[in-house]
């Protein structure tokens, strides 16, 4: 049961990472022209 | 009854304008609002000689007649229209004796929309401390109007000021600019199809985004429409007559305007003078660079290896504490390693950001930009590249869209293109755990050894970054000029609520937004590196048994061939061998190909990532830097982190395009996938050939 569980979370971790990823990189939302750089964590806001 | 004339007040913000309407009008004023606008109007009765009465409005600061605010769109639609019942009889364009060059630019402009126009040179007291002395005569031929030289601070000048408002009619309306100048063949046209008005008015009504919400609209939607050229075209045109006014103020002030610095009295010039001198000036900066690279080392290792140290424990907790399985093997092996090795960079991070930030708020940045504008100009660059080249040392996504305030397109695509290679933050990790690997600790006049090599590449950075100017400076055909100029502020102490907080916003930015990428990253390579194809991963146990069977092994030495053997076999394994070969001359091996090619979503997943492949299979309590001082170069032998290797990879990242987001921005910026794709390429290809002859020589 215990096993069964861990391999879930590992299952859904990596889903989300791959996700995120995707999102980040690939797949981009598009960007509000008032932003001046996006969630790139530039820090230039 | 006596005459009432208009006079409008005005110039630059902090020229003192205030100050000169209230000499003038006293307690005769009144504060208002413009119609339909919330922009504040001031406006007041003077008296003058010869009972001449003055209606005087104190108009809002502008820099020019290019109006970008409500503000200055008040100034820009009064001086358009001649038939508002405030327009002017005469404009008084206050300037302060330290910026004239900068403030003689809207005089100029005004000058040349044909209104009698006043020039008034304020903080005249100020002139002696500043080593300043003007030729007023000389001044007053080459404008074409008359000066007033007035010191609101002192009182002095003001009824000389009131004379000549009320001798307005003796001031010349000659343009100090003929329109025609900037283009001929478009201003011809413009003339054609408007012989009865004023070029120059027209050129601001086309060019302008102006709401003239009081002036006849069919008369300025008519000229309005009239674009024989592009928007693009005319903001070209804008900047040649920019250029064409700092050309003709330079001559002007080339010969009226003496500045002897060595005369100046005041702190501020003092500090100046040695700040900005042509061998102090670069010498004091050294020195303050070095003080900062020091500290850095010195204030945060305590900080540092408490980091370091937790995560460790913590991965070794999780393990011991909570069920044995997967997940629990991905946090303790891949999450909370990944996290430790960007968390352990926020001391030196937050310290980094602190003395930058201490040196902006001071004014002493300022300096510095100046300062490097003399060096900039001979490879190319404006000293407006500087401060993209020094905002890079955060982050050059934010130091790439500050180029857009650089006019000239050739400065500006260089600029673009040469920023990349000055050290960001994210190169930063990269380079500290791999300097305090191969750089011994010892001090040289009290310098440490490790804190030199980070200066040498943060100069290596920007060095490169110049002289990669020069050559696209030479090798680019594009042709355009730009002028340069700064607001120098007054020294000031810094505020501390202002520092910690820029300290705060950068350090969050940097772990927030490289550490989800560095988790999610993490969380993909543990993964690989848990799991592998075929039977040589899945029956790793019975293998190294078999192989070591004849061997008298201890049961953690047979564990850890295990680990090592299913680690090759994984899918990072086979991943990373298959691109080991072009890795190998470098002195690297797969893991480190791994962590290079997972870095291009940014350079600090490096350090997470090598924490990652180190920790899978191991169950010991060792730290990142420990980890990777153990590693054993698989065909050489002796630590796989060596001084070779070492400075390989610290010049491999000095020099490569390792950055996606980077390359997204360049594309944006110019619009072209072009420049990114030769960036991309350039750098990386030079980073590789660099990186390989270094430890070609080195090993």
Request: aromatic share 10%.
């Amino acid at each position: 049961m215990n096993t069964i569980i861990q391999n879930i979370l590992v299952f859904a971790a990596i889903v989300g990472a791959l996700a995120f990823l995707l999102r980040k990189f690939i797949w981009k939302k598009s960007k509000s022209k008032k932003a001046c750089g996006g969630d790139d964590g530039c820090g230039c806001h | 009854m006596s005459k009432q004339i208009n006079v409008a007040l005005i110039g630059n913000p902090n020229t003192g304008k205030t100050s000169v309407f209230n000499a003038l009008t006293g307690l005769n004023q009144k504060v208002g609002n413009y119609p339909g606008i919330t922009v504040e109007k001031k406006e007041g009765i003077c008296k003058l000689p010869r009972g001449v009465k003055a209606h005087i409005i104190d108009l809002p600061g502008t820099y020019s007649l290019n109006a970008s605010s409500l503000d200055e769109n008040v100034v820009i639609e009064l001086l358009l229209n001649k038939n508002d019942k405030d327009f002017p009889d005469i404009a008084v364009v206050v300037t302060d004796v330290e910026n004239l060059k900068r403030n003689l630019l809207l005089f100029t402009q005004i000058k040349d929309l044909e209104i009698p126009t006043l020039l008034v040179i304020n903080m005249a007291d100020r002139m002696r401390y500043k080593g300043i002395s003007l030729d007023i005569d000389y001044l007053e031929a080459q404008l074409q109007t008359k000066i007033a030289l007035i010191s609101t601070r002192k009182k002095e000048g003001i009824d000389n000021l009131k004379h000549l408002i009320a001798n307005y009619k003796e001031v010349s309306v000659t343009p100090c600019i003929k329109a025609s100048d900037i283009d001929k063949e478009y201003f011809e046209n413009l003339q054609k199809a408007f012989p009865n008005q004023l070029l120059y008015k027209l050129w601001l009504v086309i060019t302008q985004d102006v709401n003239f919400g009081k002036t006849d609209r069919k008369e300025i939607d008519a000229v309005a429409n009239f674009k024989t050229k592009s928007k693009a075209d005319l903001k070209r045109l804008q900047q040649k007559e920019t250029i064409k006014r700092y050309q003709f103020i330079n001559n002007v002030l080339r010969e009226g305007q003496t500045i002897d610095v060595s005369q100046a009295k005041d702190l501020r010039s003092k500090l100046d003078r040695i700040l900005t001198h042509k061998v102090w000036g670069y010498a004091i900066f050294f020195v303050i660079l070095l003080t900062i690279f020091q500290a850095i080392y010195d204030w945060s290792s305590v900080p540092m290896d408490f980091i370091d140290s937790t995560f460790a424990f913590l991965s070794e907790w999780t393990k011991n504490q909570l069920p044995q399985g997967a997940f629990t093997n991905l946090l303790a092996e891949g999450i909370i390693p990944g996290l430790g090795g960007i968390v352990i960079f926020i001391p030196q991070i937050a310290f980094l950001f602190l003395f930058i930030s201490v040196l902006e708020e001071s004014g002493y940045m300022s300096r510095v930009v100046f300062l490097m504008d003399r060096v900039m100009r001979r490879f190319g660059l404006s000293g407006k590249s500087v401060v993209p080249l020094i905002s890079g040392t955060a982050c050059a996504i934010p130091a790439i869209m500050a180029t857009r305030n650089i006019e000239s397109w050739k400065e500006r695509l260089i600029t673009i293109l040469v920023t990349p290679f000055t050290t960001c933050s994210a190169r930063l990790p990269v380079y500290l755990i791999i300097i305090s690997l191969i750089i011994p600790e010892g001090r040289f006049l009290g310098l440490g050894y490790q804190a030199l090599t980070l200066m040498l590449l943060y100069f290596l950075g920007f060095a490169t970054a110049v002289l990669s100017a020069y050559i696209l400076n030479k090798v680019l055909k594009i042709k355009s000029k730009t002028f340069f100029v700064v607001e120098m502020p007054n020294y000031k102490l810094p505020m501390f609520k202002n520092v910690a907080l820029t300290v705060l916003e950068k350090t969050k930015s940097f772990v927030f937004g490289a550490g989800k990428i560095i988790l999610a990253i993490s969380i993909i390579l543990w993964f690989l590196a848990s799991y592998g194809p075929g039977d040589d991963f899945n029956n790793a146990e019975s293998i190294i048994k078999t192989e070591y069977a004849a061997q008298q092994l201890s049961e953690d030495e047979i564990s850890q061939h295990i680990s090592s053997y299913k680690l090759e076999h994984s899918y990072i394994g086979i991943t990373g061998h298959a691109i080991e070969p072009i890795i190998r001359p470098l002195g690297y091996d797969w893991k480190i190909g791994i962590a290079i090619v997972s870095s291009f979503a940014a350079r600090e997943v490096f350090v997470g990532t090598l924490a990652t492949i180190y920790s899978v299979g191991n169950d010991d309590e060792a730290t990142i830097k420990n980890r990777m001082a153990a590693e054993v170069n698989p065909i050489l032998g002796g630590p796989l982190f060596n001084f070779a290797s070492g400075i390989s990879l610290l010049l491999f990242y000095a020099f490569a395009m390792q950055c996606m987001s980077t390359l997204a921005v360049v594309k944006r910026e110019t619009n072209s996938w072009k420049w990114p794709t030769l960036q991309l390429f350039i750098m990386s290809g030079f980073a590789y050939v660099v990186a390989l002859i270094a430890y070609q020589f080195l090993k």
